[in-house]
C-alpha cells in the first residue's frame, strides 16, 4: 500500500492521505473545494459558490490521480457528497463537463451538512497505470 500526497492539491487537514494506492486501485480521499493557496503554508480558503466548488475539488482530485498515476479517465467510481438537493443540477453541470463523455459509476449523496461550511465533497476510486 501507497500513500499519496502532492503540493499540487489541498493538504490534508486530519490524519488521513489524499489518497492511497493499493493493488492497482487509488482510492482519493473526499476533496472540498478549495481554492490553490496562493503561497505554501497558506491556509486554503473555500471558492464561492457550488459550481467553483466543485472545479476546485475536481482541481485537486486531478492533481492527486496524476501523483498517483492515474487520471480522470480511468475514474470507475465517484461519490459526490452535497448539503442541499437543491445543488445537484449546478454541481451536476461542472462535473459532466469536466468528466466529458467519460461516465464512471456514481452516487450524489445530499447531508445535511458538510465541514467548513463546504457546499461540496469529492471521493472517487480510480485504476492506477500498471508500472
Request: aromatic fraction near 6%.
Amino acid at each position: 500500500m501507497e500513500l499519496i500526497n502532492t503540493l499540487d492539491a489541498t493538504p490534508p487537514a486530519g490524519h488521513y492521505s489524499q489518497a492511497v494506492r493499493v493493488n492497482g486501485f487509488v482510492f482519493v480521499s473526499g476533496q472540498l473545494g478549495f481554492r490553490a493557496p496562493a503561497q505554501a503554508g497558506a491556509k486554503p480558503q473555500l471558492a464561492d459558490g457550488a459550481s467553483a466548488q466543485t472545479e476546485e475539488a475536481l482541481r485537486s482530485v486531478k492533481a492527486i490521480l496524476a501523483a498517483a498515476g492515474a487520471s480522470l479517465a480511468t475514474v470507475a467510481s465517484v461519490t459526490v457528497y452535497i448539503p442541499d438537493i437543491a445543488l445537484w443540477d449546478e454541481v451536476n453541470r461542472v462535473y459532466e463537463r469536466v468528466f466529458g463523455a467519460h461516465r464512471p459509476a456514481r452516487a450524489i449523496v445530499p447531508t445535511r451538512e458538510l465541514h467548513y461550511g463546504a457546499l461540496v465533497e469529492i471521493s472517487m476510486v480510480a485504476v492506477a497505470a500498471q508500472g
